[in-house]
């Protein structure tokens, strides 16, 4: 990542961006930085490929990382790719 001198949206836990909770994937966002982060591998996939189409209006930092309070490596539990998530309420996904 390059040094980016300003953010205006910095979103922890962006899971894939377009869910109908997320809270700035549909709002207008022209010419502006954003830094969207999210920790599960197969998540952050479909979070990049869902930004992409974006990235010619905006500056917008993808980041497969986690944050915490503290410096090293946690265990983050996180829901299967292989679950069936039809079965479970809309934001069974984005438990973790």
Same mark, same amino acid.
């Given at each position: 990542? &390059?040094?980016?001198? *300003?953010?205006?949206?910095?979103?922890? &836990?962006? *899971?894939? &961006?377009? +869910?109908?909770? !997320?809270?700035? =994937?549909? /709002?207008?966002? /022209? !010419?502006? +930085?954003?830094?969207?982060?999210?920790?599960?591998?197969?998540?952050?996939?479909?979070?990049?490929?869902?930004?992409?189409?974006? /990235?010619? !209006? $905006?500056r917008i930092e993808c980041l497969?990382?986690?944050?915490? $309070? +503290? !410096? &090293?490596s946690l265990k983050l539990y996180?829901?299967?790719?292989?679950? $069936?998530?039809?079965?479970?309420? =809309?934001?069974?996904?984005?438990?973790?």
């Open positions: 990542m &390059g040094v980016i001198s *300003h953010v205006d949206i910095l979103q922890v &836990g962006a *899971h894939v &961006g377009h +869910t109908n909770n !997320d809270p700035i =994937f549909n /709002k207008p966002m /022209k !010419d502006l +930085t954003l830094i969207v982060i999210e920790p599960v591998p197969y998540l952050f996939q479909q979070l990049v490929a869902n930004y992409e189409p974006r /990235k010619q !209006d $905006n497969n990382i986690a944050v915490s $309070n +503290t !410096d &090293g996180v829901p299967s790719a292989s679950n $069936n998530f039809n079965n479970f309420p =809309f934001w069974a996904s984005q438990l973790a």
